[in-house]
């Protein structure tokens, strides 16, 4: 709070917490100040600090000195490039093209704005149960492996410069054998990173998993090979209405696109809609 530098002795300097005395033989003398803590730091704000020594000798000389430190508690950003957005759902052959032609590719950035580094960058890959990727398959049901909590070092991590643009990094172990053999669901992907000065952070995001088609059920036709007359036909669905009707259902949750519907006749003719001229 002083912002003219007034305080203490009036320009500033503040007595040390310690300071021993000084035997008069030419021997170091050690001081201290020990009440600048991190807590008054994140108040203040990251930056590069000073710290300036003024000492004085028993005649009056005097001299001062100074060292600066920067002040970095801010951890580096990721963002996801592939999957996204969260939530976005995959098949297969979705997932394999992820980056490109049989790729299968999870991907994306972290970037220290401070510019001092990206330290270490690592991720990990869980299933709706809780398992944890191996690398290979989600065997790791208590996400003990890799670094001891699950998290695997990336297929590639590009060097930081140290001046704050961004990191790629990627993982391309996942493939849609292991998926499918996995189970459909919801996946999490959680990226953990590390700047040089050792902030970290972590970082998620989800994606679905989801190889199973929609059900259909049929309403009417009520059963396989039911009999109708002329009269029975046209009051299915209501008086006149000879309503084919039924449901589709989507258990992975992603949605019914749509929904075709073909009648053949005894000799494969398709309805077209008006007649069964369709031959082919």
Do not use: E
Request: glycine share 14%.
């Amino acid at each position: 709070s002083d912002t003219g530098c007034t305080g203490g002795d009036g320009a500033g300097f503040l007595t040390p917490t310690s300071l021993d005395a000084d035997p008069g033989n030419g021997n170091p003398v050690n001081w201290a100040y020990t009440s600048l803590t991190s807590s008054m730091l994140d108040t203040n704000g990251q930056g590069t600090y000073t710290i300036t020594i003024k000492t004085q000798d028993d005649l009056g000389n005097s001299a001062t000195t100074s060292r600066t430190f920067v002040y970095d508690n801010t951890a580096p950003t990721v963002a996801f490039t592939q999957p996204s957005p969260a939530g976005s759902a995959y098949n297969a052959t979705s997932w394999t093209a992820l980056g490109g032609a049989g790729l299968h590719k999870i991907y994306g950035t972290a970037t220290d704005a401070q510019a001092h580094g990206v330290a270490s960058v690592r991720v990990k890959v869980t299933d709706g149960a809780g398992h944890c990727f191996t690398g290979s398959d989600f065997s790791d049901t208590g996400c003990t492996g890799g670094d001891g909590a699950g998290y695997l070092t990336p297929t590639s991590v590009d060097a930081d410069p140290g001046n704050g643009t961004p990191v790629n990094w990627t993982l391309t172990s996942l493939t849609s054998t292991i998926l499918n053999s996995n189970g459909d669901g919801t996946y999490t992907i959680t990226v953990k990173t590390q700047d040089d000065p050792g902030n970290t952070t972590t970082t998620s995001t989800t994606f679905k998993y989801d190889t199973s088609a929609p059900a259909v059920a049929f309403t009417q036709p009520a059963s396989a090979a039911t009999v109708y007359t002329p009269t029975s036909w046209t009051a299915l669905g209501g008086a006149g209405l000879h309503k084919i009707y039924g449901t589709a259902t989507d258990a992975g949750g992603n949605g019914v696109a749509s929904v075709k519907v073909q009648i053949s006749d005894p000799s494969g003719h398709c309805f077209s809609g008006s007649n069964f001229s369709d031959t082919g």
